[in-house]
Nanobody, 123 residues
Framework: QVQLVESGGGLVQPGGSLRLSCAAS????????MGWYRQAPGKQRELVAS???????NYADSVKGRFTISRDNVKNTVFLQMNSLKFEDTAAYYC?????????????????WGQGTQVTVSS
């Protein structure tokens, strides 16, 4: 199986920065796209940013110019650098990965999620 472990959340003042990390481990053959989603209380989970294996990135309009997604394919890790944080960025942030994993004598492609890390922007 595959596990995703996030870190880097916390409390920050408006205008501040945080860097989230998500490390994938387990029976990984290849990781395709990786991404970050967030969910605020009472709202649906939404895509924040994604990055393909070829490092093509995609961002939600609300974070363009402030957030940067990157990945380390050797360490199977994805990062989210968040700058100029706003109150409305407060949410639980979840890592997602599209993984081709070993499964017995064959490969299986599945979507995996991390447990979430809380980001709170408050003065």
């Amino acid at each position: 199986q595959v596990q995703l472990v996030e870190s880097g959340g916390g409390l920050v003042q408006p205008g501040g920065s945080l860097r989230l990390s998500c490390a994938a481990s387990g029976s990984i053959f290849r990781i395709n796209s990786m991404g970050w989603y967030r969910q605020a209380p009472g709202k649906q989970r939404e895509l924040v940013a994604s990055i393909t294996s070829d490092e093509v990135t995609n961002y939600a309009d609300s974070v363009k110019g402030r957030f940067t997604i990157s990945r380390d394919n050797v360490k199977n890790t994805v990062f989210l650098q968040m700058n100029s944080l706003k109150f409305e960025d407060t949410a639980a942030y979840y890592c997602n990965a599209d993984v081709l994993a070993y499964s017995g004598n064959y490969y299986k492609r599945s979507d995996y999620w991390g447990q979430g890390t809380q980001v709170t922007v408050s003065s």
